[in-house]
């Protein structure tokens, strides 16, 4: 069974740019969840999204956003990137919310 | 902030047994103990959970005190590649979808 699938691996932006992270979540997931690891900072909730509805956010500002499409996979876009949004982005998915989360392998954002 | 306190950092020789101590003194009724661990910037990989019995699967065992204030993580035979950042996690309430990672213990096996 295939595990929780990101792409790209890496992405490197200049300030104020658009980045564009996508997600494919295990096969029968229906919930997918965002987090962004900064370099040295521990893991921080972005984004918690099911049924291609959004249900929870983290305390990030606006221009993190993000989308659930009808095959549960799911994009993150971070618009007017600043060079503090450098940092590994996770996804991860659970067969139904509450349940156990399975994380991919992540995005490397790096923003100059 | 994360509800679960665990020590910075330990130490583990190659082939003994790694036990990884959390404490989550302020644990609701219907919260699970979760474990994850994280190799170097890979994605964290689940290991075990439980809600109140000690719990085994082929990574490790799962040991929650009978007052469920506290759990240690049993890795049985330590190898190099156990060498992580081990994060004991309390979720359950409120289906809120966040898993809060604290600082994590960072566990060296030796050989």
């Known amino acids: 069974e295939a595990g929780v699938t990101q792409s790209p691996t890496h992405l490197i932006k200049t300030r104020g740019q658009q980045a564009t992270l996508r997600c494919s979540p295990i096969?029968?997931?229906?919930?997918v969840y965002w987090y962004q690891q900064a370099l040295g900072l521990g893991l921080q909730f972005l984004l918690w999204?099911?049924?291609?509805?959004?249900?929870n956010r983290g305390n990030f500002p606006p221009r993190f956003s993000g989308r659930q499409f009808p095959n549960y996979s799911s994009e993150l876009n971070v618009n007017a990137l600043e060079l503090e949004d450098s940092a590994l982005y996770l996804c991860?998915?659970?067969?139904?919310?509450?349940?156990?989360?399975?994380f991919g392998p992540g995005t490397r954002l790096t923003v100059l | 902030d994360a509800k679960t306190t665990q020590p910075t950092s330990m130490d583990c020789a190659e082939g003994r047994a790694a036990n990884l101590p959390c404490n989550h003194s302020?644990?609701?009724?219907?919260?699970?103990v979760y474990w994850y661990r994280q190799i170097h910037s890979q994605g964290p990989q689940y290991i075990i959970h439980?809600?109140?019995n000690n719990e085994t699967n082929e990574m490790a065992s799962l040991i929650i005190t009978e007052d469920r204030k506290s759990s240690t993580l049993i890795l049985p035979h330590a190898t190099l590649r156990d060498t992580a950042v081990y994060y004991c996690?309390?979720?359950?309430?409120?289906?809120?979808?966040?898993?809060?990672f604290g600082q994590g213990t960072t566990l060296q096996v030796k050989p």
């Open positions: 096969s029968g997931h229906t919930s």
């Open positions: 996690i309390v979720t359950g309430t409120g289906n809120t979808g966040k898993l809060i």
């Open positions: 999204y099911d049924e291609g509805e959004e249900r």
């Open positions: 991860a998915s659970s067969l139904r919310p509450a349940d156990t989360q399975y």
């Open positions: 302020t644990i609701s009724g219907n919260e699970y």
């Open positions: 439980g809600l109140k």
